[in-house]
């Protein structure tokens, strides 16, 4: 059975840090391209980043670039969400998401991905 489990999120402080994590089991993780996405209380669940099968092609949406970085470790089974900087604005609940391809593109719709995890809390305090 295909599972996606999110770890590493937590409390911290504007302008510190924190790593997520993103284990995948069940399928075979190097054709998938992985997705990172967000939902904050009363909002739309948004990409923060993409990352391509192979780890080529990587998204970040404006608001992260240049604070987070996606990266995977295909014989691992698991993609990473480094978060730098954080920021306030940054609080929400994080989800990975898989989608298989073909090719090393990245994908931003949530609509293209069939396998989420169940979410890592991340909340950033002023």
């Given amino acids: 059975?295909?599972?996606?489990?999110e770890s590493g999120g937590g409390l911290v402080q504007?302008?510190?840090?924190?790593?997520?994590?993103?284990a995948a089991s069940g399928l075979a993780f190097?054709?998938?391209a992985i997705g990172w996405f967000r939902q904050a209380p009363g909002k739309e669940r948004e990409i923060v980043a993409s990352i391509s099968r192979g780890g080529f092609n990587t998204y970040y949406r404006d608001s992260v670039k240049?604070?987070?970085t996606?990266?995977?470790?295909?014989?691992?089974?698991?993609?990473?969400?480094?978060m730098n900087s954080l920021?306030?604005?940054?609080t929400a609940l994080y989800y990975c998401a898989a989608t298989a391809t073909?090719?090393?593109?990245?994908?931003?719709?949530?609509?293209?991905y069939a396998y989420w995890?169940?979410?890592?809390?991340?909340?950033v305090s002023s």
């Fill in 14 to 22: 504007a302008g510190g840090s924190l790593r997520l994590s993103c």
């Fill in 102 to 112: 073909l090719s090393e593109n990245y994908y931003s719709g949530p609509q293209q």
């Fill in 87 to 90: 920021k306030p604005e940054d």
């Fill in 70 to 82: 996606t990266s995977r470790d295909n014989t691992r089974n698991t993609v990473y969400l480094q």
């Fill in 30 to 32: 190097s054709r998938y």
């Fill in 1 to 5: 059975q295909e599972q996606l489990v």
């Fill in 117 to 123: 995890g169940q979410g890592s809390q991340v909340t």
């Fill in 66 to 68: 240049g604070r987070f």
